[in-house]
């Protein structure tokens, strides 16, 4: 049989060059300061892996994130998914981007409080055509996976903080997106339930969904990820370099910089 590359045109030739991001800067102005939130960050992100990203609290994490999801804008530098710059891309497809290939997990669960699990999950398929119908039964199907079939018509404040995050993972996922960034997903959670969304993330990632995760727990940092970054200060920095104060973790600083300060630098 003929190989059959044009079906498959949603596979890249180059699977290590999926998500590419080159000199992104993201920079917000602070009264005098610049504050170099993210800061000419060049890297790859390869289809199928488990990302683990690392860093102090205000060390660009976050932004970088919404920077990937294309749910910011960079000062300068780009991001280019599948060899397509976002920045190149219509309205329409940017949004197509963040509706049908990103799924986002936040730390906050972010789900409605008034909609109950299988509405909040069923929404995000409210941008395409799916019917009402269709809309529910893989609600539930998801929730179903996730062990939530039998609080579909629970509310939030109804849901323990993991079953909550769980509906917000079910949220990602029916989509059926090609990527998932959680930022700090289990930075609310006791650690049981901790280890549960550790280990739904991974077994989702076994299945070939690539997973970016923005996370303090060590566990899934060292064990699960097969490559974790470590941002400081906006950048990314070799994982290995050690703490100014000798315990190996990253001091917190904001990444800020006086204006003028660094005028020149390449
Ligand atoms: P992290 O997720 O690693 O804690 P963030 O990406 O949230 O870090 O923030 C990085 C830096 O950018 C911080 O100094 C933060 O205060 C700053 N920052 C983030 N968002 C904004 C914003 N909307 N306006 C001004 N500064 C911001
Ligand atoms: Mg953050």
Redesign the pocket.
């Known amino acids: 049989m003929p190989s059959n590359n044009y079906t498959t045109s949603a596979q890249p030739t180059a699977p290590d060059d999926w998500i590419h991001t080159v000199d992104l800067c993201?920079y917000?102005?602070?009264g005098h300061y610049e504050?170099?939130?993210?800061d000419r960050v060049t890297l790859s992100i390869a289809r199928g892996e488990f990302l683990g990203v690392m860093?102090?609290?205000?060390?660009?994490?976050?932004?970088?994130?919404?920077l990937l999801a294309g749910l910011d804008t960079p000062t300068s530098g780009h991001v280019e998914v599948d060899g397509q710059r976002l920045d190149s891309l219509s309205r329409r497809a940017l949004s197509a981007y963040r509706a049908r290939k990103v799924g986002m997990v936040f730390q906050s669960f972010n789900l409605i409080p008034q909609h109950t699990a299988l509405r909040n999950v069923e929404m995000a398929l409210y941008f395409g055509d799916t019917r009402p119908r269709d809309r529910r039964r893989r609600a539930a199907e998801v929730l179903e996976r996730l062990g939530l079939g039998d609080r579909l018509e629970h509310r939030p404040s109804d849901l323990s903080g993991g079953e909550q995050q769980r509906v917000a993972i079910a949220r990602a996922l029916v989509k059926q997106p090609e990527i998932v960034f959680a930022?700090?997903p289990t930075g609310n959670l006791d650690q049981e339930n901790t280890d549960a969304i550790i280990g739904i993330l991974r077994e989702l990632n076994r299945t070939g969904l690539t997973v970016v995760v923005?996370t303090h727990d060590v566990e899934m940092a060292t064990r699960i990820a097969g490559r974790t970054l470590r941002?400081h200060y906006?950048r990314i920095i070799d994982g290995q370099e050690p703490a100014a104060d000798g315990t190996g973790n990253l001091r917190g600083h904001?990444?800020?910089v006086l204006r003028g300060d660094r005028r020149g630098e390449a």
């Not at 504050?35 to 993210?38: E, G, I, P, Y």
């Not at 860093?55 to 919404?66: D, E, F, I, P, R």
């Open positions: 993201r917000y102005q602070r504050v170099r939130a993210v860093g102090a609290s205000g060390s660009g994490k976050s932004t970088l994130l919404n930022d700090e923005v941002m906006g904001g990444g800020r």
